[in-house]
């Protein structure tokens, strides 16, 4: 048996988790959530309602851990079929933070936990969900606020779920086109300085006996190996310092980011994968939101949101402002100059219908297909490549360490 108990919220008040065992044969064992400013004061509150609390447990986070973006996927999922299957709401959040055993998701539970104790005490499920920005985030408790207004809970959970795991794939799949390549390079790179580092240096006493003037590709080398041995952890400081100085200049400057997108989008298969993933984001979106009942306007501002790129942020914001005046969406997509004819003319079509979610649905299916197509290609033109590349290197190495000896073998 469940009970929970939450005066009104103050300033300074965190949530615990209690339980009261079993006393005598006709009282069941308790537990519930509370919130409080301390451990006495959550033991106070109980007593005043006639708790006697054998543990309480303080949550860790509210949301404030590091949760993945699978744990919160899987959470949406569960409480859509258990809504559409009839279950309370109330008795939904408890079933599923019963079932977060595992490390990973305790602190999803936590969260869980403070939902549906506000959800108890009165609150939306998307309100007690906007206390929760890292796990829930504009986007989704706007679009969860919509079904809840349409009394459609169960259908926007479900949509808001299927949009998740979309996004979930998407990321999951640019990933993949993008690691393999990283791996195998800094695999390259780790070999490269392991033989200027290590084995080149093992044949200087073999060369130092040759009278013969030593090869020009051999002489790099060891100038190479000499620099590393000599300025190694300096070079390799300059190289980190120069890394985080970059990636905080693309977080926190906008024109240092834009420059770069538009580099990055030039970049030959990168670049083309890139936008793809983005059309496909955006699009999904768009068509969640719109099929939710969330006004246009409403919509492309958070889809805006999404973009990630700032070239298509500004773009659709400008998209927005202009629907606002009362144009059309796809004439404003076509003024933008961002969008492919194709995905203009669909969206067009669907505006003409009535029918523009069920349009945006299709034309988001249409991306991710072509974003699935575009990673197996990628893969399938990137590796040959890289291990040509990385032969090409070491091959370099090798003969420049062994030329010399091959040399005096030719003269011998």
């Known amino acids: 048996m469940s009970a929970n108990f939450r005066d009104k919220p103050q300033a300074g008040e965190v949530l615990f988790f209690w339980t009261e065992k079993a006393k005598g044969t006709n009282r069941k064992a308790r537990s519930g959530e509370i919130r409080a400013k301390s451990a006495d004061h959550a033991r106070y509150l109980l007593s005043r309602q006639g708790v006697k609390a054998e543990s309480l447990k303080k949550s860790r986070g509210n949301g404030t851990g590091k949760i993945k973006l699978a744990v919160v996927a899987s959470f949406v999922r569960q409480l859509a079929v258990m809504i559409q299957s009839g279950v309370p709401l109330g008795q939904s959040l408890g079933l599923i933070s019963g079932g977060m055993t595992s490390k990973s998701k305790r602190s999803m539970q936590s969260v869980v936990r403070a939902i549906r104790a506000d959800v108890e005490s009165g609150l939306k499920l998307s309100e007690a969900m906007r206390k929760h920005p890292r796990c829930f985030d504009t986007l989704f408790c706007n679009t969860l606020s919509a079904g809840e207004n349409a009394g459609e809970l169960d259908t926007a959970l479900g949509r808001l779920a299927t949009h998740i795991e979309k996004s979930l794939r998407i990321r999951q799949k640019v990933r993949k086109a993008m690691v393999y390549p990283s791996i195998v390079v800094l695999v390259a790179i780790a070999v490269t300085l392991g033989m200027l580092l290590f084995v080149l240096p093992s044949f200087k006493s073999v060369y130092s006996q040759f009278e013969a003037e030593l090869p020009a590709l051999t002489l790099m080398l060891l100038a190479a190996s ?51 993933a983005v059309h496909a984001r955006w699009t999904r979106t768009f068509a969640t939101l719109s099929a939710s009942g969330v006004p246009i306007t409403s919509a492309l501002e958070s889809v805006a949101g999404v973009a990630q790129i700032q070239s298509f942020q500004n773009a659709t914001l400008d998209i927005r402002q202009a629907v606002a005046s009362g144009a059309r969406v796809s004439d404003s997509m076509e003024k933008s100059q961002i969008f492919p004819p194709e995905s203009i003319q669909m969206i067009r079509i669907g505006e003409e219908s009535g029918r523009m979610d069920a349009m945006l649905e299709r034309l988001a299916n249409q991306y991710e297909t072509n974003l699935d197509d575009k990673v197996d290609t990628l893969s399938t033109v990137m590796e040959p490549m890289i291990m040509c590349v990385i032969g090409v290197l070491v091959g370099v190495l090798i003969v420049g360490m062994y030329m010399p000896i091959f040399n005096i073998g030719g003269i011998v």
């Open 226 to 276: 000499d620099f590393l041995q000599a300025h190694g952890l300096v070079l390799l400081g300059a190289v980190g310092l120069a890394a985080y100085s970059l990636f905080q200049a693309y977080r926190k400057n906008l024109k240092f980011r834009n420059a770069a997108d538009v580099l990055l989008l030039k970049i030959p298969f990168i670049g083309d994968l890139m936008k793809t």
